[in-house]
């Protein structure tokens, strides 16, 4: 009787009906919701500035990318900080998988071992995607050097502590690091000398003016193949396929654990695992091709596919490496 004297009751609970159905079917449809989308696009943020190698690698990367994954990939520099900048960004950005980062074991590992402060923890902030260009790094003379062999510039540190100069491009670089790690492999001391680029190492070292230089393979090959640099050893675990008579270091008798210059590819940690898997999957289809390989290795870098637990491992391993050399040579707060 009081629902027949309720002129709100006919309508009411039908329309409560249809809002629940309504707003059912929404959360479906947004948890539904494909990934990629394709009315969007996702940006691909490059921590360093246009026209460098970490520049065109990820250019290259993102458009080959967007091949397979069938949604635009729009490369967007952010330098600064050495690195670290772009990857504040990410570490920060809406997790849902239209944020990705470009970066170097420079932005992600070294310069976070050795400056004061950084807002992100590359192991716990993000979700390591793959390596998608690895270029090892090198120990340069000029071509009379009187030093033939690495453990010729180490017998002649050994004699004169502090006294035999490298060259780098920067303190905290892949260059320096690797320089000390030489040194503490072989427990001698040089003398280490930053310049602002790759070209002012090759030509203090073409100039006579340091003894030797160690940077990253990729700007001195063409002056090695000119006979203007010579090149003794190369980091990594085999030799280079545009260097294939350059040793190793471990081939040379030097066991230390050098770094190479990898760019690898990184999410924000919390992206939802559908979405993870979708990106990986597209991004082992990209470093597998033929194609993307080619391109790759005109850079200088060469291409092996890592899975994420096996590109973790080698962020672990380089970051204990990093941590253990920058407190022996004292490079904390330096960069």
């Known amino acids: 009787m009081v629902s027949a004297k309720n002129p709100y009751r006919q309508w009411f609970l039908p329309a409560v009906g249809c ?8 959360s479906v449809a947004v948890a539904q919701e494909k990934y990629p989308n394709p009315s969007r696009s996702i940006d691909l ?13 990820g250019r290259i990367f993102a458009d080959d990318l967007s091949k397979v994954i069938g949604v635009p990939v729009a490369p967007v520099n952010k330098p600064g900080a050495s690195g670290t900048y772009g990857g504040t960004l ?8 239209y944020t990705l980062l470009a970066n170097t074991i420079s932005g992600m590992v070294l310069s976070p071992s050795i400056l004061p402060k950084v807002d992100f923890d590359t192991l716990k902030d993000f979700f390591h995607i793959a ?84 940077s990253a393979a990729t700007t001195y090959i ?61 991004t082992e289809k990209v470093l597998k091709s033929k194609e993307f390989a080619e391109k790759i290795e005109k850079t200088g870098g060469e291409v092996e596919y890592n899975s994420p637990a096996d590109f973790r491992g080698i962020i672990e391993r380089n970051q204990k490496t990093a941590a253990e050399i920058a407190q022996k040579a004292g490079m904390k707060g330096q960069n």
């Open 45 to 57: 943020i490059i921590a360093f500035a246009p026209g460098g190698v970490t520049d065109v690698t």
């Open 222 to 282: 063409p002056l090695e193949k000119a006979g203007k640099l010579r090149i003794l050893a190369v980091t990594g675990k085999s030799r280079m396929k545009t260097l294939p008579h350059v040793p190793t270091f471990q081939e040379a008798g030097v066991k230390g654990d050098f770094i190479n210059n990898w760019a690898g590819v990184f999410a924000p940690v919390k992206t939802p695992k559908p979405i993870l898997d979708t990106i990986v999957s597209a």
């Open 131 to 214: 390596i998608v260009s690895n270029i090892p790094g090198c120990l340069l003379i000029k071509p009379d050097s009187p030093y033939k062999t690495v453990n010729d510039l180490v017998e002649a540190a050994r004699k004169n502590p502090g006294k035999i100069s490298y060259a780098t491009v920067g303190v905290g670089s892949d260059g320096n690091f690797n320089g000390e790690i030489l040194a503490s492999a072989t427990g001698v001391k040089f003398k280490h000398v930053p310049f602002k680029g790759g070209g002012e190492v090759a030509t203090a070292v073409m100039g006579g003016h340091i003894e030797f230089g160690v």
């Open 19 to 26: 809002l629940v159905l309504i707003l059912g079917l929404t």
């Open 90 to 97: 990410v570490a920060k950005a809406n997790p849902d998988g």
